[in-house]
Antibody
Framework: QLQLQESGPGLVKPSETLSLTCTVS??????????WGWIRQPPGKGLEWIGS???????YYNPSLRSRVTMSVDTSKNQFSLKLSSVTAADTAVYYC????????????WGQGTLVTVSS | EIVLTQSPATLSLSPGERATLSCRAS??????LAWYQQKPGQAPSLLIY???NRATGIPARFSGSGSGTDFTLTISSLEPEDFAVYYC??????????FGQGTKVEIK
């Protein structure tokens, strides 16, 4: 059974960089069938796609966040990562990592999510 | 960017009743639309893909329909575990995507 687990600091100061890692177990991140995505959810609000990465390193980002987002992948560790720079309180959210399969499918496996609070 | 508008924002129904949720896209997304269910404190889970196909393990009371710009998620007879928030997601420019703002199905 595929499992995804987010890890990283739960508290980040304003103007600093948020860094999270998603560790994939029970399957290979190097499969050609999937992209790997980050989605966030501010408290009490809806879902926002942040970006997605392929095992080769190809990335796609939400245009509204593109200037601040960097995603990377480490196939040797079966991990992918998110960096979000210059954070503000508006970036406080639960951050999810998930596996994305095909145009006509969806995010079929999700991590449990990790709350990141931006506060001094 | 394609905007998805879900309606209503909240649906108050009783167990056993039929739920009809709407998702409208600002431009055609063909059939590249998925639906997710999210319960409090949990990650979303995939319900419907390609507008009308149930994901693995999803009960038959859940059905999706539509294409182009207008989509519907129907729960034929609400079970207690179905009270949750439902999101649509368009994937017409995959892997880029956008989500709707969600519809909460609450117990009346």
């Amino acid at each position: 059974q595929l499992q995804l687990q987010e890890s990283g600091p739960g508290l980040v100061k304003p103007s600093e960089t948020l860094s999270l890692t998603c560790t994939v177990s029970g399957g290979s991140i190097s499969s050609s069938r999937y992209y790997w995505g980050w989605i966030r959810q501010p408290p009490g609000k809806g879902l926002e796609w942040i970006g997605s990465i392929y095992y080769s390193g190809i990335t796609y980002y939400n245009p509204s966040l593109r200037s601040r987002v960097t995603m990377s992948v480490d196939t040797s560790k079966n991990q992918f990562s998110l960096k979000l720079s210059s954070v503000t309180a508006a970036d406080t959210a639960v951050y999810y990592c998930a596996r994305d399969r095909d145009w006509n499918y969806g995010f079929d496996y999700w991590g449990q999510g990790t709350l990141v609070t931006v506060s001094s | 960017e394609i905007v998805l508008t879900q309606s209503p924002a909240t649906l108050s129904l009783s167990p056993g009743e039929r739920a009809t949720l709407s998702c409208r896209a600002s431009q055609s997304v063909s059939s590249y639309l998925a639906w997710y269910q999210q319960k409090p404190g949990q990650a979303p889970s995939l319900l419907i893909y390609d507008a009308s196909n149930r994901a693995t393990g999803i009960p038959a009371r859940f059905s999706g329909s539509g294409s182009g710009t207008d989509f519907t998620l129907t729960i034929s007879s609400l079970e207690p575990e179905d009270f949750a928030v439902y999101y649509c997601q368009q994937r017409s420019n995959w892997p880029r995507c956008t989500f709707g703002q969600g519809t909460k199905v609450e117990i009346k």
